[in-house]
């Protein structure tokens, strides 16, 4: 046996696992296809305060690119709410750079990372994952985390899952620019965004990061309109592709021999399409149980199911309000959608909102969506946007 856990998958996900078996002592070789961890970056890069905390990662300068404390939200037809609290909110950072201080923890801890090696396939023996193999290499293991992404491409291929909803296309790009250092903006439309929205994160008060998913079209096309809308004809880099998940978590995720994390398991914000966070936490959950495993070996579905139990105990009901709530914006009309802003405005709701905001949690969004839907201004204004039959819905999925 070459290792006790192979890692495929050199992100946030895959590295947290590894650190939380290697921490316990057991060999784990972590395999990234890439010749250096983080690169390409697809991410927008935006982590809240408290998430970066919450998966055990000092902020740091050499990742941390800029701080924000509030947003703008625009409607189709361009009115805006903005949203701002007092304390910093959420990192803007570098993606490839946080990588790479993960990839340092886990190799800190024991783990073993190798780089620019790609897995071709699962190996299975009696049903159970016993490893991966690629071009001229097979590596065994007692069980495999699978952290590959949202292709899920070695998963389907052993026939342990199928895709689901298919990921939206997004892009990302650096343009120089004057914008508010400590706001974020976020677009919604359907000619700026199809199906989710666009944004711009700033890095500085003269630099943004700016980008959008689509569910249809070309989204390099869409980008170039939403830049030319938004600040002229501006020059800016190239964009980065990249897919973007939306669906919510896998129908399971562990198997013999077998966890899927990150976004191979659909760990992902439903309503952002962040996936860091609870991304990374669910991972951790993870790695607590391959060590059970490891521990008393067993590697069959008995031990390794108490993955899902942990992550749906934890998150499982974050997800469902979040798949709720891009759910009714999937469904709610460019009209629909500026009658809500239009609404909002006219009740005076904005000092409200921010109240909710600054109580509220950027990653584990249920209890914000409760207090919101118990506010009965808030009620009227959704009841505009999203129609009455959509709002108990929602209301029903958080027990209103």
């Known amino acids: 046996m070459d290792s006790d856990a192979l890692v495929i998958g050199a992100g946030p996900s895959g590295l947290l696992a590894a650190k939380t078996i290697a921490s316990r002592g057991f060999s784990v070789r972590i395999l990234e296809e890439h010749a250096k961890v983080g690169v390409p970056s697809h991410c927008a890069g935006l982590i809240s305060v408290e998430g970066l905390k919450r998966i055990g990662v000092e902020a740091s300068g050499s990742f941390v690119q800029n701080t924000i404390t509030g947003g703008r939200i625009y409607s189709p037809d361009g009115q805006y709410v903005e949203i701002k609290d007092r304390r910093p909110r959420a990192h803007v950072i570098d993606r490839t750079a946080l990588d790479q201080r993960l990839a340092e923890l886990a190799v800190d801890v024991g783990a073993e990372l190798t780089t620019g090696v790609r897995a071709e396939r699962l190996t299975l023996s009696d049903g159970c994952v016993t490893g991966a193999s690629g071009a001229g290499w097979v590596e065994e293991a007692r069980l495999v985390i699978d952290a590959e992404g949202p292709s899920r491409r070695l998963a389907r291929e052993a026939g342990v899952i199928n895709n689901g909803r298919a990921p939206l296309l997004g892009v990302n790009t650096e343009i120089g620019c004057d914008v508010d250092a400590d706001i974020v903006e976020v677009w919604f439309g359907e000619e700026t965004a199809p199906g989710f929205f666009a944004w711009v994160i700033p890095t500085s008060g003269n630099q943004a990061r700016v980008g959008l998913a689509t569910k249809s079209g070309d989204p390099t096309k869409f980008l170039a309109g939403f830049v030319k809308k938004r600040f002229g004809d501006t020059k800016y880099l190239p964009p980065r592709a990249g897919q973007v998940l939306v669906e919510g978590p896998v129908n399971k995720s562990s198997f013999p021999g077998l966890l899927l994390v990150g976004d191979a398991a659909g760990h992902v914000k439903p309503t952002t399409g962040g996936g860091v966070v609870l991304g ?30 942990a992550w749906r105990r934890l998150y499982g009901s974050e997800f469902r309000s979040m798949q709720t709530l891009r759910s009714l914006a999937d469904r709610v009309s460019d009209a629909r959608m500026n009658r809500f802003f239009r609404v909002f405005r006219d009740a005076g709701l904005g000092d409200r909102v921010n109240e909710l905001v600054a109580e509220g949690d950027m990653d584990l969004q249920e209890g914000v969506i409760r207090r919101a839907l118990s506010e009965p201004g808030i009620m009227k204004a959704a009841i505009g946007g999203l129609g009455r039959l959509a709002l108990a819905e929602l209301r029903g999925l958080v027990n209103l």
């Not at 069959?300 to 993955?307: F, Q, R, V």
């Open 280 to 309: 990374g936490l669910c991972a951790i959950e993870a790695g607590k149980t391959a060590v059970k495993a490891l521990e008393t070996g067993d590697t069959s579905t008995k031990t390794l199911g108490e993955y899902d139990e």
